[in-house]
């Protein structure tokens, strides 16, 4: 199994920027297509981007497109959410998840095996 640990989180004003980390344990990610989602208050959580592990194609949520960027670094097993431009209603506790199966980015949720605890990013207004 693969264990995931998002870190990143935090306040930030509206305009700024966070990098979300997924750090894997256990097992390495490279095989491993990881997407982000995120859930507010309130709502479903949902869809914010993915890459994946057969040749890094990224897919982006329309809300998120042009100013998120997902990336992987697999020598240190990590994959990364940079966060630019941040909005409001960005704020949300924005997950990774994870599953070797998965080889063409879904934001089906249901499709990841492996999931992280989380991490709360909040954009004051």
């Known amino acids: 199994q693969v264990q995931l640990v998002e870190s990143g989180g935090g306040l930030v004003q509206a305009g700024g920027s966070l990098r979300l980390s997924c750090a894997a344990s256990?097992?390495?990610?490279?095989?491993?297509?990881v997407a982000w989602f995120r859930q507010a208050p309130g709502k479903e959580r949902e869809f914010v981007a993915g890459i994946s592990w057969i040749d890094r194609t990224t897919r982006y949520a329309d809300s998120v497109r042009g100013r998120f960027t997902v990336s992987r670094d697999n020598a240190k097993n990590t994959v990364y959410l940079q966060m630019n431009s941040l909005k409001p209603e960005d704020t949300a506790v924005y997950y990774c998840?994870?599953?070797?199966?998965?080889?063409?980015?879904?934001?089906?949720?249901?499709?990841?095996?492996?999931w992280g605890q989380g991490t709360q990013v909040t954009v004051s207004s």
């Open positions: 998840a994870a599953d070797t199966r998965v080889t063409v980015v879904t934001g089906a949720d249901d499709r990841y095996d492996y």
């Open positions: 256990g097992r390495t990610l490279r095989r491993y297509t």
